[in-house]
């Protein structure tokens, strides 16, 4: 299986060809996926060197001129360094281009913390109009990636990862899956996280809803998985109110768990189920710092994003 990197520059080096509106622009890294595509594309293959400010300025400088630019870069070196450069270089001007990030929050444990950046999407979420992917899988990066370069003059980010699950679902973008259907709660589990939470439930008689698309957040869906919960635990009552989500009285349950900072959702999940009572638990990244540096398994269980440590407070939330 492809990585989602190797995936990104297979995917976008053919979509160069088909796409004389696309350009690709990079700061060193990944420069080497893109060797052929540069001689064939000279003008749009560009490789700024280590200058992550330079790289979102000739971004938006080309998506100024109308043309579509993809940026890459590490998830810290391209949300968190050029932030500046972000808001005002494509949110200030109007513009809109396609950041592809590699690393994610601890992809590269050996790198330290100037190479992790679980704060990326809470960041994203201070600006107007990102769409956000998260794929958990090379094969859903694709399909990820082709909406991205094709979505006219949208901003997106597309957050790669080494962390994936084995195998791809069926996903669409901007949709949430319904992996599986329970009574007591809704688990949504973001990208490569889908299979820690799958067995961290099992047993649980909880919906599974998996996003790849976190912003804009899917509020359709989730409001009707919570309305089907609510319907089937308060019988004939509650079936009458399932398509709206509202009426029944009883509580939504909903635990978001992201593969980056904790929390960063649940504002999106609250603004969903407002008009209803629920209770939100938001899974993720921790703020404290782990300063030992292991595997990506290690950093899971080290941040409680484990199966186990996931089962234990998922099951804790809804005994409450």
Known sequence: MDTMRECFAAIVSRLLDEDPRLAVV?????????????????DRVINVGIREQLLVGVGGGLALTGMRPILHTFASFLIERPFEQIKLDFGH??????????????????????????????????????????????????TLLRDAAAAGDDSVYVRLSAHTNSAPRDIAPGRFLTVREGRDGVVIAVGPMLENVLAAVEGLDVTVLYATTVRPFDERTLRAATAAGAGAGTGAAGA?????????????????VEPYLAGTSTGAVNDTLADRPHRVLGLGIPRRELRRYGTI??????QG?????????IAGFLRR
């Open 26 to 42: 990079l700061a060193e890294i990944g420069k080497d996926g893109f060797a052929d595509a540069a001689r064939a594309h000279p």
């Open 93 to 142: 001007q109007g513009m809109g281009g396609v950041l592809v990030s590699a690393a994610g929050s601890y992809d590269w444990p050996a790198g330290g913390y100037t190479h992790m950046a679980p704060g990326d999407v809470a960041l994203l979420d201070t600006l107007d109009g990102w769409t956000v992917h998260v794929p958990g899988h090379p094969d859903e990066a694709e």
């Open 240 to 256: 009458g109110a399932a398509g709206t989500g509202a009426g029944t009285g009883a509580a939504a349950d909903v635990v978001i």
């Open 297 to 302: 398994d290690e950093h899971l269980a080290g």
């Open 305 to 313: 994003l484990d199966p186990a440590s996931l089962r234990e407070r």
